[in-house]
């Protein structure tokens, strides 16, 4: 009985040699195109949430990590430049990511180029409810302003935490713009979203940001 | 070789509908709750499970007269395994929305029962004809069914069907429970009630002829 | 401290919160198949906790020594032969075929371990101990834990991985005991014919994982209340950045009040 069952080993090792030999090919062969991937679905928001960003030449630009905390706190994040179609850089975005009401909830941050302003937010990811949370995307239009108008069209300030209110802010209200009101019936989920924005624009993170715009070699900060 | 067992037109025919995987064998489950809140993300799945069948079913049965009876298993996961993985692999490289979708449960295809299943009883059994007509009418009955729960769930759910919309938000409200777990369960519970009394009915019309034998 | 509420939230989110059965949709095959008496799916449920805790900690420690890119031994391997300091091999397309065999050998294990210590359990058992081979759940936890392992910002230790498995199968157990005791009251109920075996408990499942959605956000307020806030959003104003960004930043200043409910 063991001579069959090393007879038969030959059968499994063959396999397992020839399998691991096609998935190397196909790991080599495909890897490029998944990493492509990857990126695109990130630089497509760019634009969007950088106005006058341009896709393109910001996927040129490579990312930065920028690791925020020291020992167990360490927390690297994703920048990633954003450009203008001259090349000179406009605004900042950086990827963060946080536990939100059902799972993870991944976002996009628009910064200006002092990393002062915020001038947009995108969703990346959500597994929130279907019909209350997951409204968290949605950027709506003028008469129906969205979750995500806030971002990019009140400013809110990069410095200050942004708080979440269930009332409309008062026109005109000094820090009014930091005053994020929430989704209707999905409080947690905006709450989630706003304090994953807080704990990544940190002091430090935004003070190594400033430092790294100081090393690009083409200087062009716009106002936006 | 004499050809013991079921054609392959047979294969092919009993796999769609009468031992169709979800409905009659009760096997797949796992992904057929998880995947159906969309028609995309069902029909996604359903390719998937056909690429990794067809390719099993053909290797396994190219083989078949190799195996022995103590290491099959192990030989059918190796095979179900390597094919899952260059499926994902695909997906995430050309359907990279989909991939990010269907998520954990397209690697869960290998411990999917149908495809075991399959490779245990037709093609580690039979040659190569009978082994493709299997996986190929095993994966439209599979097809069938997440597309059949895969409908329910998205028009009452989201008011749309493969993406485009059919029924405005005002006419319909969402039904947001369709698209989470209880919602893919009643759905399942209640088209399984459905299928076994059609079928039930259809045998008792058909009883007065079978005192034949 | 911190790292103790981490775990909890783990494990509270694995076993309840997010319960792999209601919510993921592992385990449905036993899930259905398994449920009809309460012995024998405590029995399954039990069974499963013990094989998904060894298959985390073998594919944990795969994972994190061998599998991963940058990984201890790999990366020693390839340098040595290579000679290439930099390099950082990454054997991740290979994990779904470590994890099914490590599965089937933790099974292996299990069931020589039953068959010498309790003979009457193993034969009670019969044909569903070499099944939990293909349970979704076991491969799931693995899957989960390649996914935090891999993750830059997570970088689970086997203490994390561990607690997710095992009460990931607690929480398996807790809801194939609760369909075993419904039922176990539903033998002695009108179920209509065609209704009758998977049709109904699946009903029953939907009606189950309904009241487990209650539990949904539980681990928001839980990681508030145990966690220390990590808020650290500069709390000074706009207007005085040039006077802070002079001062050497420091360790920074946690506002409870900043955080209004």
């Known amino acids: 009985?063991?001579?069959?069952?090393?007879?038969?080993?030959?059968?499994?090792?063959?396999?397992?040699?020839?399998?691991?030999?096609?998935?190397?090919?196909?790991?080599?062969?495909?890897?490029?195109?998944?990493?492509?991937?990857?990126?695109?679905?990130?630089?497509?928001?760019?634009?969007?949430?950088?106005?006058?960003?341009?896709?393109?030449?910001?996927?040129?630009?490579?990312?930065?990590?920028?690791?925020?905390?020291?020992?167990?706190?360490?927390?690297?994040?994703?920048?990633?430049?954003?450009l203008d179609y001259q090349g000179g850089q406009i605004g900042w975005v950086v990827r963060a990511s946080g536990k939100g009401f059902a799972d993870k909830i991944e976002v996009l941050i628009g910064l200006d180029a002092r990393a002062e302003t915020i001038t947009g937010l995108s969703i990346l990811d959500q597994k929130e409810t279907p019909g209350l949370g997951n409204k968290i995307e949605k950027m709506g239009d003028k008469k129906h302003k969205g979750f995500l108008w806030q971002f990019r069209y009140h400013h809110p300030r990069a410095g200050r935490p942004l708080v979440v209110t269930t009332a409309s802010p008062r026109k005109g209200e000094a820090g009014g713009a930091n005053k994020i009101r929430a989704v209707a019936g999905a409080t947690i989920s905006s709450k989630s979203v706003c304090s994953i924005i807080n704990e990544a624009l940190s002091r430090p993170l935004r003070e190594k940001l400033i430092a790294a715009l100081a090393t690009t070699t083409r200087k062009g900060p716009r106002r936006d | 070789m004499a050809e013991d067992g079921p054609t392959p037109l047979e294969r092919f025919l009993r796999g769609i509908l009468p031992e169709n995987p979800v409905y009659r064998q009760l096997l797949?489950?796992?992904?057929?709750?998880?995947?159906?809140?969309?028609?995309?993300?069902?029909?996604t799945m359903a390719g998937a499970v056909t690429f990794v069948l067809?390719?099993?079913?053909?290797?396994?049965?190219?083989?078949?007269?190799?195996?022995?009876?103590?290491?099959?298993?192990?030989?059918?996961?190796?095979?179900?395994?390597?094919?899952?993985?260059?499926?994902?692999?695909?997906?995430?490289?050309?359907?990279?929305?989909?991939?990010?979708?269907?998520?954990?449960?397209?690697?869960?295809?290998?411990?999917?029962?149908?495809?075991?299943?399959?490779?245990?009883?037709?093609?580690?059994?039979?040659?190569?004809?009978?082994?493709?007509?299997?996986?190929?009418?095993?994966?439209?009955?599979?097809?069938?069914?997440?597309?059949?729960?895969?409908?329910?769930?998205?028009?009452?759910?989201?008011?749309?069907?493969?993406?485009l919309e059919l029924l405005p938000e005002s006419i319909w409200p969402r039904w947001g429970i369709m698209l989470l777990p209880p919602g893919a369960f009643l759905t399942l519970g209640l088209l399984l009630g459905g299928a076994n009394r059609l079928s039930s009915w259809r045998s008792a019309k058909r009883a007065p002829q079978t005192s034949q034998g | 401290m911190e790292h103790l509420a981490e775990l909890i939230l783990i494990a509270v989110g694995a076993a309840v919160i997010t319960n792999f059965v209601l919510t993921y949709f592992v385990g449905i095959c036993p899930f259905i198949g398994v449920s009809r008496r309460v012995d024998m799916a405590f029995g399954m449920g039990c069974a499963v906790t013990f094989v998904i805790s060894i298959a985390a900690l073998l594919s944990w420690t795969v994972t994190w020594f061998i599998l991963r890119q940058g990984a201890p031994l790999t990366t020693w391997i390839v340098r040595s032969v290579t000679g290439d300091a930099s390099a950082r091999p990454d054997l991740t397309i290979l994990s779904y075929i470590v994890y099914i065999f490590v599965i089937a050998s933790s099974v292996q294990l299990v069931e020589m371990y039953v068959r010498k210590f309790h003979p009457p359990l193993y034969k009670s058992f019969?044909?569903?101990?070499?099944?939990?081979?293909?349970?979704?759940?076991?491969?799931?936890?693995?899957?989960?834990?390649?996914?935090?392992?891999?993750?830059?910002?997570?970088?689970?230790?086997?203490?994390?991985?561990?607690?997710?498995?095992?009460?990931?199968?607690?929480?398996?157990?807790?809801?194939?005991?609760?369909?075993?005791?419904?039922?176990?009251?539903?033998?002695?109920?009108?179920?209509?014919?065609?209704?009758?075996?998977?049709?109904?408990?699946?009903?029953?499942?939907?009606?189950?994982?309904?009241?487990?959605?209650?539990?949904?956000?539980?681990?928001?307020?839980?990681?508030?209340?145990?966690?220390?806030?990590?808020?650290?959003?500069?709390?000074?104003?706009?207007?005085?950045?040039?006077?802070?960004?002079?001062?050497?930043?420091?360790?920074?200043?946690?506002?409870?009040?900043?955080?209004?409910?």
Request: glycine share 8%.
């Open chain 2, 28 to 43: 797949g489950m796992c992904p057929t709750l998880a995947v159906t809140n969309g028609m995309r993300e069902a029909m």
């Open chain 1, 1 to 82: 009985m063991k001579n069959s069952y090393i007879g038969q080993a030959w059968l499994v090792l063959a396999l397992s040699v020839s399998f691991g030999a096609a998935l190397a090919g196909v790991e080599t062969w495909l890897r490029p195109t998944i990493e492509a991937n990857k990126l695109a679905a990130t630089i497509r928001w760019i634009p969007r949430i950088v106005p006058g960003a341009d896709a393109r030449r910001s996927a040129r630009a490579a990312p930065i990590v920028v690791t925020v905390g020291t020992g167990r706190n360490e927390t690297p994040y994703d920048v990633f430049r954003a």
């Open chain 2, 54 to 163: 067809l390719c099993a079913n053909i290797l396994i049965s190219l083989i078949r007269h190799l195996l022995k009876p103590h290491l099959r298993i192990l030989v059918f996961t190796l095979t179900i395994a390597a094919f899952v993985t260059i499926a994902d692999r695909f997906l995430a490289a050309f359907l990279p929305e989909m991939s990010q979708k269907l998520g954990p449960y397209v690697p869960l295809i290998i411990v999917n029962c149908i495809i075991i299943c399959r490779c245990e009883v037709c093609a580690s059994k039979q040659s190569l004809p009978a082994a493709v007509g299997d996986a190929v009418g095993q994966s439209i009955g599979f097809a069938l069914a997440l597309a059949s729960i895969a409908t329910v769930r998205e028009v009452l759910g989201s008011g749309s069907w493969f993406g």
């Open chain 3, 126 to 261: 019969g044909v569903y101990l070499p099944l939990i081979t293909t349970n979704c759940a076991i491969l799931f936890a693995c899957l989960k834990i390649l996914s935090y392992v891999t993750d830059p910002k997570e970088l689970w230790g086997l203490d994390k991985a561990l607690v997710l498995a095992i009460f990931g199968g607690v929480g398996f157990t807790m809801a194939i005991v609760i369909m075993a005791g419904i039922r176990e009251e539903l033998d002695h109920c009108d179920v209509p014919k065609s209704l009758r075996g998977a049709a109904i408990t699946l009903i029953v499942a939907g009606i189950l994982a309904m009241a487990f959605m209650g539990f949904a956000g539980v681990d928001a307020s839980l990681h508030d209340a145990m966690l220390p806030a990590k808020a650290p959003a500069a709390t000074q104003p706009a207007e005085s950045q040039k006077t802070a960004e002079a001062r050497a930043p420091g360790p920074l200043a946690l506002r409870q009040t900043d955080r209004q409910r």
